[in-house]
T-cell receptor, first 112, second 114 residues
Framework: NAGVTQTPKFQVLKTGQSMTLQCAQD?????MYWYRQDPGMGLRLIYY???????DKGEVPNGYNVSRLNKREFSLRLESAAPSQTSVYFC???????????FGSGTRLTVV | QKEVEQNSGPLSVPEGAIASLNCTYSDRGSQSFFWYRQYSGKSPELIMFIYSNGDKEDGRFTAQLNKASQYVSLLIRDSQPSDSATYLC??????????????FGKGTKLSVIP
């Protein structure tokens, strides 16, 4: 089925560990996004990639890095995880302008 | 700073009633408007979008847009328990360098009581 695939679905990290969240879309979309969602805070944009080869910071980029590997894949890396990064992370993509975003199923990350 | 405001709720309605969800936005340059539904523990899914002033109907859902008042709403007729979810309003606006971005509200939690 066409869509946005995120891996892993669940992850527990210890403080200071690193990890990469993977995202891939098969809809030939140009733009891809990483959000985090916390209770009472809504969706907050971490980084986005308007097109292959470009990345830009969103609202809450500190502690994260991203790579737009090709048109399909956009990864999010936590270099040194902190408990404040405990959250649900969503990847999204968009194609035609003004058609909204398609979201992946999310990664639930806990940092202890 | 582009802002999208929603009442957090919870909004409780009896089964079969009309649920009315409201949203205001700050950027007058916004061009299109979206409603997402998010069940607990799941990702947001698009249920409606609207570009022009007025009403747009899709089954039991009606989106209403008033650009002069910077207001968009979602009506759910004949509400069902399966409609219980958080509804996110999202507004699309040009953010420069050829890029459009969605700004999301924090969502309104709807509970439909059987």
């Amino acid at each position: 089925n066409a869509g946005v695939t995120q891996t892993p679905k669940f992850q527990v990290l210890k403080t200071g560990q690193s990890m990469t969240l993977q995202c891939a879309q098969d809809m030939n979309h140009n733009s891809m996004y990483w959000y985090r969602q916390d209770p009472g805070m809504g969706l907050r944009l971490i980084y986005y990639s308007a097109s292959e080869g470009t990345t830009d910071k969103g609202e809450v980029p500190n502690g994260y890095n991203v790579s737009r590997l090709n048109k399909r894949e956009f990864s999010l890396r936590l270099e040194s995880a902190a408990p404040s990064q405990t959250s649900v992370y969503f990847c999204a993509s968009s194609g035609r302008v003004l058609r909204g975003y398609t979201f992946g199923s999310g990664t639930r990350l806990t940092v202890v | 700073q582009k802002e999208v405001e929603q009442n957090s709720g919870p909004l409780s309605v009896p089964e079969g009633a009309i649920a009315s969800l409201n949203c205001t936005y700050s950027d007058r340059g916004s061009q299109s408007f979206f409603w997402y539904r998010q069940y607990s523990g799941k990702s947001p899914e698009l249920i409606m979008f609207i570009y022009s002033n007025g009403d747009k109907e899709d089954g039991r859902f009606t989106a209403q847009l008033n650009k002069a008042s910077q207001y968009v709403s979602l009506l759910i007729r004949d509400s069902q328990p399966s409609d219980s979810a958080t509804y996110l309003c999202a507004v699309y606006a040009y953010s420069g360098a050829g890029s459009y971005q969605l700004t999301f509200g924090k969502g309104t939690k709807l509970s439909v009581i059987p």
